[in-house]
């Protein structure tokens, strides 16, 4: 089963378009504040972060300190 040399000669002539327009691609336009993690995602992970070292520095110092 062989491919016909017109059938050939297409997927040749797109490959070779792809090739010349390699390097041409306009910058990306970054948009205003795109974080990765919403602010009400990261406002739980630093309360849960801050919360539970409060709790941890409460419960230490209540049960006599670290000695």
Sequence with gaps: MTTSRRVADRKIARFDKNI???GSVPETVK????????PIVL???VFVVVGSSLFQIIRTASSGGIF
Aim: proline letters at 7%; a positive charge.
């Design 31 to 38: 948009k205003g504040n795109d974080y990765p993690v919403g």
């Design 20 to 22: 010349t327009k390699r």
């Design 43 to 45: 406002g739980f992970f």
